[in-house]
């Protein structure tokens, strides 16, 4: 079956009337074959009660981020018990923010919710976002974590940092705590899906679009099966892209920090020509020389650096490539679970 927007362009697939009477769930999945088919029955059943006290007709959306394990076969064989069942494998591993958009492209109804693979987001707050979105009028919900007690004191401090940071001028600030797991209304998604950008943050996009947006607090679950793919390491170049692709803010961090080391230099001069002229002292100079070349090219460089991850990002853009392309994409209705009810297409 040809799913919508297959290479990952903008806009494909606004929200019409129909759609807006359901609700999609996005997740996005990589080498989670364990744990699977334990969170397709939470999920399912947390939809067929959504289904049975709100009449939204529910379906589920996994995709299949490049996986090396049996995560597509263990996603195929998922039963469309009162819920529809979509696998969308993606070509090869694009990375989160792609997957995240393959689901957004590929969900069939109009609000979204957007939720982990790997168990920790608890399936059982997703009736909270519904009734948030339904009663309150909310267009976003989103979960934030109610504390990192149990987090490194390193990890911690990176985090503050790094919200520090992109929120530095922000017009519209992104919640230290927010996670990935949120809702959106049928006119968010449908406002997220107009983004036409490459190089996406979701966390900040979907704050960035305003609309009301609530937080809701909630506590992760252990994960049950297998180690979090994102070591220090990923999360650095996590970083790194989220601060590129979303904020101004290193740019301004790499003049602010030329501005103070200028001023540190007119200083130290203002200070050596006292020395010499008034207080008739020599003033060394071999190793202020070398300590202050040592700190212009540094600093120059790593302003090179910084300038250079964004025309790296306006490289991107320009090339307007595609931000994923889907391999097999399966659907499982659940009228005709028991039937011919699978339709499967390489694309």
């Avoid at 364990?34 to 939204?56: D, F, P, S, W, Y």
Wanted: hydrophobic share 45%; aromatic share 8%; with cysteine.
């Amino acid at each position: 079956m040809a799913g919508p927007n297959h290479a990952g362009g903008p806009g494909a697939r606004p929200a019409d009337a129909g759609a807006a009477a359901g609700l999609s769930i996005v997740v996005p999945v990589f080498n989670e074959a364990q744990g699977l088919v334990n969170l397709h029955g939470r999920l399912a059943e947390c939809a067929r009660a959504i289904t049975a006290k709100r009449g939204l007709h529910c379906e589920i959306v996994y995709v299949d981020d490049g996986s090396t394990d049996a995560t597509y076969t263990v996603a195929a064989q998922l039963p469309a018990s009162g819920v529809d069942v979509q696998i969308v494998a993606l070509s090869r591993n694009f990375g989160k923010e792609a997957a995240l958009l393959a689901g957004l492209d590929h969900a069939r109804f109009g609000a979204v919710v957007f939720i982990d693979g790997d168990g920790q987001h608890p399936p059982a707050l997703i009736e909270t976002l519904v009734g948030h979105w339904l009663d309150d009028n909310y267009d976003v919900v989103f979960a934030a974590k109610e504390h990192r007690e149990n987090e490194p004191i390193s990890r911690r401090i990176g985090v503050k940092a790094f919200y520090a940071l992109i929120n530095w001028g922000a017009r519209q600030r992104i919640p230290e705590d927010a996670s990935d797991f949120r809702l959106l209304s049928p006119r968010a998604a449908a406002a997220l899906r107009q983004m036409p950008e490459r190089n996406r943050f979701f966390k900040g996009l979907a704050s960035w679009i305003g609309f009301r947006q609530m937080r809701v607090d909630y506590s992760p679950d252990e994960r049950a099966h297998g180690t979090t793919s994102w070591d220090a390491r990923a999360l650095l170049g996590l970083s790194v892209e989220a601060l590129t692709s979303f904020s101004v803010a290193p740019l301004r961090l790499a003049s602010l920090l030329g501005f103070l080391l200028a001023f540190t230099a007119l200083v130290f001069g203002a200070w050596m020509l006292v020395e010499a002229f008034v207080n008739e002292r020599q003033v060394p100079g071999y190793p202020s020389l070398i300590v202050g070349l040592m700190v212009i090219g540094g600093v120059q460089l790593l302003m090179i650096g910084i300038m250079g991850e964004y025309i790296g990002k306006i490289l991107s853009e320009i090339k307007a490539r595609p931000n994923y392309f889907v391999a097999e994409h399966t659907l499982h209705c659940a009228a005709r679970a028991e039937g011919d009810a699978a339709r499967t297409a390489a694309e």
